[in-house]
Antibody
């Protein structure tokens, strides 16, 4: 079955750029939408944005000015960059697949990666 | 953005007793295709959220039948008929009818 694994630095300095990669195994990245979702420690879930395997994207307006999501179909990976980070960006970052092929809306997220904690601190 | 409001924010339930969580959305989640895009997740400690219910009332694969979902439009409910120890965690509702996807604040279920 499809599995997702997040990777990247666990510590990022304030004002720098957070970079994470999600590697998809057990299936192709093609035909699906893929999202990043984050969860500050002890708090709720926030959708960051998605990318289609073709490269089209959509971002949460609350983060849009700082977010870039990209895809590398040859590596079966997609990536997140979040610029100008502050302590408020400290969170567990999850990657997840949308449930329906070629559908941006009307989806649930499954599967999810295990998540990776990124701490913003000097 | 569609605001998802859950109540209560915490529950303490004796094993074998029922539990109920409410989720209200600021806009209708009924799509023109006839489906209602409301979902329920459970996040167990140290794990990513796992889907319990999709489109209001459909149990996801492997989800015990003690979990049930109901509702329409803007008002939804997740019910656990008989709580078990393995049900502890935080329950979230989520909408996917409109971007950005949004989640409720979460309801923490504890066992008495």
């Amino acid at each position: 079955q499809v599995q997702l694994q997040e990777s990247g630095p666990g510590l990022v300095k304030p004002s720098e750029t957070l970079s994470l990669t999600c590697t998809v195994s057990g299936g192709s990245i093609s035909s699906y939408y893929w999202s990043w979702i984050r969860q500050p420690p002890g708090k709720g879930l926030e959708w960051i944005g998605y990318i289609y395997y073709s490269g089209s994207t959509n971002y949460n307006p609350s983060l849009k000015s700082r977010v870039t999501i990209s895809v590398d179909t040859s590596k079966n990976q997609f990536s997140l960059k979040l610029s100008s980070v502050t302590a408020a960006d400290t969170a567990v970052y999850y990657c997840a697949r949308h449930s329906r092929i070629a559908a941006a809306l009307g989806n649930w997220f499954d599967p999810w990666g295990q998540g990776t904690l990124v701490t913003v601190s000097s | 953005d569609i605001v998802m409001t859950q109540t209560p924010l915490s529950l303490s339930v004796t094993p074998g007793q029922p539990a109920s969580i409410s989720c209200k959305s600021s806009q209708s989640l009924l799509h023109s295709d006839g489906k209602t895009y409301l979902y329920w997740y459970l996040q167990k400690p140290g794990q990513p959220p796992q889907l319990l219910i999709y489109e209001v009332s459909n149990r996801f694969s492997g989800v015990p039948d003690r979990f049930s979902g109901s509702g329409s439009g803007t008002d939804f409910t997740l019910k656990i008929s008989r709580v078990e120890a393995e049900d502890v965690g935080v329950y979230y509702c989520m909408q996917s009818i409109q971007l950005p996807y949004t989640f409720g604040q979460g309801t923490k279920l504890e066992i008495k």
